[in-house]
Nanobody
Framework: QVQLVESGGGSVQSGGSLRLSCAVS????????MAWFRQGPGNEREGVAV????????EYADSVKGRFTISQDNAKSTFYLQMNSLKPEDTAMYYC????????????????????WGQGTQVTVSS
């Protein structure tokens, strides 16, 4: 059974940092893409960052470029989202996701291509 478990959310002041983790189990890590999405109050879920597990390539939403970094530790079957210079508009529930079919290679920020999701972790940034 595939499971994704997030951790690391919390409350910080504007300008602060947090690191989210997503531990993956139930399949051999390293296939296709892993991603972070978020959903803020009253907003639709949006893609934040994607890592191509095979070559380590990454993509980011424009709103987080230069502030967030996605990375992975293959040995631990875990990937991360380092969030720096946080802003109040980053406040959201953050979800990690996995695609095993490869559609993410074409549509990396499209949530519908991801089959497996974590339960979410809340990030709150106060001004």
């Amino acid at each position: 059974q595939v499971q994704l478990v997030e951790s690391g959310g919390g409350s910080v002041q504007s300008g602060g940092s947090l690191r989210l983790s997503c531990a993956v189990s139930g399949y051999t890590y390293g296939r296709n893409c892993m991603a972070w999405f978020r959903q803020g109050p009253g907003n639709e879920r949006e893609g934040v960052a994607v890592i191509y597990t095979g070559n380590g390539g990454t993509e980011y939403a424009d709103s987080v470029k230069g502030r967030f970094t996605i990375s992975q530790d293959n040995a631990k079957s875990t990937f991360y989202l380092q969030m720096n210079s946080l802003k109040p508009e980053d406040t959201a529930m953050y979800y990690c996701a996995s695609d095993l079919r490869g559609r993410c290679l074409v549509l990396p920020m499209e949530q519908s291509v991801y089959q497996y999701w974590g339960q979410g972790t809340q990030v709150t940034v106060s001004s």
